[in-house]
């Protein structure tokens, strides 16, 4: 539920983030009907992805943890597809903190261009 909330800021903080030239990707390890669901229902402007075999999930280990808490990333991408940063989690908590984390180095990487 937590990931919901994390994905639902990142909504709000949208225009931030193209602000300091990015894009906002979500990537939900499911089909794509669930991830068109997720994105309607959250009302996101990006894209909601699904990655039904989770293979993307699989690439950075995001594993559960204890078999019931799912654990995510945040990765930050730049224009010659490089991966600048990775930050994987487990506690759900996190959210609120890590979308301002994101928008601070994504600022950095746009004043660096």
């Known amino acids: 539920m ?34 068109i669901k997720y994105a309607e229902q959250l009302k996101v402007p990006f894209p909601v992805l699904a ?9 950075f280990d995001l594993g559960k943890v204890a078999f019931v808490i799912q654990r995510t990333a945040s990765v930050i991408v730049d224009r010659e597809g490089v991966i600048r940063y990775v930050k994987r989690a487990a ?14 180095f994504v600022k950095e990487m746009d004043n660096e261009s």
């Open 51 to 59: 990655d039904p075999e989770r293979k993307v999930y699989q690439a």
């Open 91 to 104: 506690n759900p908590m996190t959210w609120l903190q890590e979308s301002l984390e994101l928008l601070e």
């Open 2 to 35: 937590q990931c919901r909330a994390h994905v639902a800021q990142l909504g709000r903080m949208y225009e931030d983030f193209r602000s300091a030239s990015a894009e906002v990707v979500v990537i939900l390890g499911d089909t794509l009907e669930r991830a």
